[in-house]
């Protein structure tokens, strides 16, 4: 991408042409979800936004899509320096560029819709305070759990201190490829090759397989359930890669599925905890029924128990209606004001809470190297053993290691931290 620092002029000051109420877009990327945002844009004539230059690295790259003449150039500049630019769009796959494009164009006052949930997760205090020096906006709902509208309503509806839990599958491509190998049989090789050739898996796939999408999606969400953020080091976060069919086994006998969930919750008034990990499904959840590339969101509070936000997590349409969202957003200067950072009240983050866990392993040492508080059922045999037990979160992050071990597998039992109201 050639939006790297060296090509775009940070001096030329920015006002936003905005006298005909309408948005035009510098578009930075045109992958899976960027191709997407232009047949939107197209599909629906959109009369009051409209694609004025799209920046992308290769400009000769074969594409499944060919914009209209003169709308491609591999010149950031061309974005920058065009006053009548007055959103940013950007879709880049590469968190640093990303990071150079947004923080680039916030300095310079530009409004920017981003759905980079990596850097975005990883840089959220930096843009956080960028938006407020320079009086702009950067909209992210396309980030997080791609065409349901978590953000926003975590901003504006739940814009009070009821909110107890925000749980659920962030990640499309690990749950797809759970729904194939666990609903029907299907090879976990396969399955990932197929979500990645459909889309929905990053281009480092690791990123779902190993939790860290949903982690990312998990950190913005916080932000906007709590008013807290928590760097990505700090949270326990453990996927799928391990799981084997004795784990497959295990949880069909217990009558559950095995989704990779992530969730964050209040422990107490003070405090609250997250994590990311694979969880034992009871039927009887909302997100037991969540299948494929699909992605369910379960929001628990105090007075209303639960509601339960569901669609597609993943894939370029899906992904690139909630972009539109919020750029139709911008046409209504709508910014997130972060209301719940400035609340006194703010809960802590803790990991000195007990969690209740499946794990699968057969070096022996596991258990005496996790120094459990409570084990409450063990059993050993010569292929594999496993046990359940309880155990502090803050170990689990110590002994994070372990679980890279491809014969140690570790699924959550979920526990109600506060009961309340339920
Ligand atoms: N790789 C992501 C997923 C894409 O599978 O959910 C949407 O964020």
């Not at 006002?15 to 979800?33: A, E, H, Q, Y």
């Not at 057969?362 to 010569?382: G, R």
């Amino acid at each position: 991408m050639t939006a790297s620092s060296s090509n775009i002029n940070n001096s030329t000051p920015y006002s936003p042409n905005m006298t005909d109420n309408k948005i035009r877009i510098g578009l930075f990327g045109f992958g899976t979800v960027g191709q997407g945002v232009y047949q939107i844009l197209d599909k629906a004539k959109n009369s009051h936004a409209e694609i004025k230059h799209i920046c992308v690295r290769d400009i000769n790259k074969q594409r499944n899509i060919h914009p209209r003449e003169g709308l491609l150039t591999d010149n950031a500049s061309d974005i920058f320096d065009d006053p009548d630019i007055n959103l940013i769009v950007e879709l880049v796959d590469n968190a640093d560029a990303s990071y150079q494009i947004v923080t680039t164009a916030l300095r310079r006052g530009i409004p920017v819709v981003s759905g980079s949930k990596a850097m975005i997760a990883r840089h959220l205090p930096e843009l956080i305070e960028l938006q407020h020096t320079h009086h702009t906006a950067l909209l992210y709902d396309a980030s997080s759990c791609g065409s349901i509208p978590v953000i926003r309503n975590l901003e504006e509806y739940y814009d009070n201190d009821l909110l107890l839990e925000v749980k659920g599958i962030l990640n499309g491509s690990s749950n797809y490829i759970l729904s194939r190998v666990f609903d029907h049989g299907e090879d976990y090789a396969d399955a990932l090759h197929r979500a990645q050739t459909l889309g929905f898996a990053e281009s480092d796939p690791s990123f779902d397989i190993e939790g860290y999408d949903a982690l990312f999606k998990l950190i913005i969400i916080t932000v906007h359930a709590l008013g807290s953020y928590v760097a990505p080091e700090d949270i326990f976060t453990c996927g799928i890669s391990n799981i084997h069919d004795a784990d497959i086994q295990y949880a069909r006998e217990k009558g559950a599925k095995i989704k990779l969930v992530a969730q964050v919750a209040k422990v107490s008034d003070e405090a609250f905890t997250m994590f990311v990990m694979p969880e034992l499904v009871e039927k009887s959840k909302y997100i037991y029924s969540v299948d494929d590339e699909y992605n369910g969101v379960v929001i628990r509070g105090e007075c209303y128990d639960r509601q339960f936000m569901f669609g597609k997590g993943a894939g370029g349409l899906p992904t690139a209606s909630s972009i539109l969202s919020d750029i139709m957003a911008r046409l209504h200067h709508y910014r997130y004001e972060y209301k719940k950072m400035t609340y006194l009240d703010r809960p802590i983050y803790t990991t000195d809470i007990d969690v209740r866990v499946y794990i699968r392993y057969s070096d022996t040492d596991v258990p005496a190297a996790l120094q459990f508080n409570k084990i409450i059922e063990l059993h050993l045999t010569e292929q594999s053993n496993y046990l359940i037990g309880e155990i502090p979160l803050r170990r689990l992050i110590e002994h994070r290691d372990l679980f890279s071990a491809p014969d140690v597998f570790i699924a959550n039992i979920p526990v109600f931290f506060i009961d309340r109201d339920n």
